[in-house]
């Protein structure tokens, strides 16, 4: 039976790393990432912050669920990258893929982590914005309790990959050698 996994986290946390070494780990999978959707917009992308940009957030994760179920329903395990702190994004993501038993993963390593890691992506850096989105995600854990929580700070994406192999209970002939 295959899986939806959701890489969840703040920038720099590994989850578009460790979704792709997890797709290419475990058999038949496919990597499903909303910033890629959100960036098929060529012309009429919203910015952070602009009037159309909650709109255009609430799109992509549309268009994700819509990718994923496919996906899932011709027997792929789906490892979906979005980043979801806020209560409303949940609800939207488990009234999407509810029926499906998604697993969420929240990729949280330390704030000091996040800060070097989002410094070395260079001119891609979210600065301030991934040091607010990482308060956002330890404010959001108080309440939430959907979230399987990997403090990857220590980890290599390889090793936080192998971690989320074994929580989410992908048997060994699942896994390609």
């Not at 929240?106 to 982590?113: D, T």
């Amino acid at each position: 039976m295959p899986q939806i996994i959701i890489l969840t986290g703040p920038p720099g946390a590994g989850k578009s790393t460790v979704g792709e070494i997890l797709a290419k780990k475990v058999n038949n999978s496919a990597v499903v990432s909303s910033d890629s959707l959100r960036d098929l917009i060529k012309n009429g992308r919203s910015e952070i912050g602009d009037k159309k940009w909650k709109k255009q957030l609430a799109l992509g994760a549309e268009n994700a669920c819509v990718l994923a179920k496919n996906f899932y329903k011709k027997g792929f395990n789906v490892f979906l990258d979005e980043v979801i702190c806020v209560p409303q994004r949940m609800k939207a993501y488990n009234k999407k893929l509810g029926k499906f038993n998604p697993l969420f993963f929240l990729l949280l390593p330390s704030k000091e982590v996040i800060v070097k890691r989002d410094l070395e992506r260079g001119e891609e850096a979210m600065r301030e914005r991934a040091i607010y989105l990482y308060d956002k995600f330890v404010e959001f854990i108080k309440d939430e309790k959907s979230f399987i929580i990997i403090d990857s700070s220590n980890q290599t994406p390889e090793q936080t990959a192998k971690e989320i192999i074994k929580k989410a209970g992908f048997r060994e002939q699942e896994i390609t050698k």
